[in-house]
């Protein structure tokens, strides 16, 4: 006769709790919707529609350098370091160190594609996200603005320029999707999310038509 033994209760171990479903898809559309990678979708909408040239790899591969992936590298620097907690940094008051590194790394974006001879639209949007970081930056100083949220309402803004109603339509969602997305993390207040949406707004309504 044999005898089967269930595994032994380790006590002080509990089994970790399963997430929410609700709380997971979230964090995976925090991730979808960050910040550095909107400036990637961004990059990409204006260079790569409608169809390009030749050259369009190589701004492109400058627009995501200085766009994305020098910001990431700072931001895991500094997240080995110790110096902030992952790479949304969520505590406000280590957020202003990595907004100012990458506003200076858009802003030598902007230098770099000017000097390579590339479009006017794709420069526009940098000097835009410089200008729309700045001014988050500043707001950060004393209050936790949703950076998530202003950026993906840029997104909706560059679609619709690019693409007109129907690139309008496909992207619009971006922004309320990204509200919920920071609120039900808990990363954001409501008010913080739909702050950040209307400054991303204001500062496109004003500034995309001129610099464009």
Known sequence: ???????????????????????????????????????????????????????????WLLAVTFGSAVPMLFLIYGMRRGSWLDHHVPQREHRILPMIAILASLLLGFGALSLAGAPRPICAVFALLAIQLAVLTLITRWWKISVHT??????????????????????????????????????????????????????????????A
Not at 18 to 23: A, V
């Open 1 to 59: 006769m044999t005898t089967t033994t269930s595994p032994p209760c380790v006590a002080g171990q509990p089994q970790p709790a399963q997430k929410p479903i609700g709380l997971r898809l979230a964090t995976a559309l925090s991730e979808v919707f960050a910040p550095l990678v909107q400036v990637l979708a961004q990059s990409t909408l204006v260079l790569w529609h409608p169809w390009p040239d030749a050259n369009v790899l190589g701004w």
């Open 150 to 211: 202003s950026v993906a309402t840029t997104t909706v803004a560059v679609a619709a320029l690019v693409g007109g109603p129907l690139l309008l339509a496909a992207f619009a969602p971006i922004a309320p999707l990204t509200v919920w997305t920071r609120t039900h993390m808990r990363a954001h207040t409501l008010g913080q999310a739909v702050t950040g949406v209307l400054v991303g707004t204001a500062i496109c309504a004003v500034a995309l038509p001129l610099l």
